[in-house]
């Protein structure tokens, strides 16, 4: 074996140190390049396929009603993460990952209607959202237009968590939201029933409702999974105003599917439209 002197032996370690830094970078580029287009193409990022691991599950919505309820509560994180997490966690729950791998507490942002805003019922926002991640839009919507219609003609609360209460214990007053409007729903409530929008009640309906919107939201999903989902529920008034603002009429102003009357009609606090209309 050949003698090397020390100037010998530290210039081939620094060689083999440089030369790995050099395939380390080369390593970290390839793999960066491996993940986005081509350099002349516009910069994103190729789409990932959807795992195939993302099918839906039939759930017992017996079972997850509660959950639903007692998510309402959780850190005070809400209506939206309440129903969100009862569909998926309880997914997690029986059938492990991908399902259960999802950051759940994202779900807090559609609480109040999304940041208080009193958008849409973040219960509504939180199932919708379940749906989203096995279904595309074009088999989504009618799931969601038949559970949201469902939300506007129903008496709210209908479940009871009997001694489970965390809010107010014993039945609520019922009211007939018309709307699947946060602001809406809960005023609404709140001018028939007399209680307050900052009474615990107020909280208790919402927590109920939670659990009400989650049983009917895997109802729909389990017959969209047995192929026997027929959506029915239709709005008449959503009919009689696109026959005039529907795309391609007179006044092509309409977009959305809510039933336009609590908005467009009552009084005049409310921009009536249904009567001297021309």
């Keep these: ?80 993460y309440g129903s969100f997490h009862a569909i998926i966690g309880a997914m997690g729950e029986k059938f492990g990952a991908p399902y259960n ?14 940041s208080e805003w009193g958008t849409i019922c973040g219960a509504l926002l939180g199932a919708a959202s379940a749906y989203a991640l096995f279904w595309g839009r074009k088999e989504r919507d009618p ?3 038949e559970l949201f219609r469902w939300y506007e003609r129903t008496a709210f609360p209908i479940y ?28 609404s409530w709140c001018q028939a029933t007399g209680i307050d929008a900052g009474n615990v009640k107020r909280s208790e309906r919402c927590a109920r409702v939670t659990a009400d919107v989650t049983s009917k939201a895997i109802e729909i999903m389990n017959a969209k999974i047995d192929g026997t989902f027929a959506p029915a529920l239709k709005s008449q008034a959503e009919a009689a105003c696109g026959a005039c603002h529907g795309k391609g009429k007179v006044s092509p102003m309409l977009k959305g599917r809510m039933d336009c009357t609590p908005c467009h009609g009552g009084s005049a606090h409310v921009q009536d439209k249904f009567h001297n209309h021309p």
């Design 160 to 187: 009871d968590p009997g001694a489970g209460a965390q809010g107010a214990a014993g039945p609520l007053p019922t009211h007939v939201p018309g709307s699947v409007l946060c602001h809406i729903s809960v005023s």
């Design 1 to 80: 074996m050949t003698n090397m002197s020390r100037r010998d032996v530290l210039g081939w370690l620094g060689g083999a140190a440089l030369g790995g830094v050099l395939a380390g970078v080369g390593g970290v580029v390839a793999t960066a390049g491996d993940g986005l287009a081509a350099k002349n193409d516009k910069p994103k990022l190729k789409e990932t396929p959807k795992p195939a691991a993302w099918v839906p599950h039939k759930l017992n919505a017996v079972e997850c009603a509660p959950v639903a309820y007692a998510g309402y509560w959780d850190d005070g994180l809400g209506c939206c």
């Design 101 to 114: 791998q999802f950051p759940f507490r994202m779900m807090e942002v559609g609480k109040s209607g999304i």
């Design 143 to 145: 799931m969601v237009t």
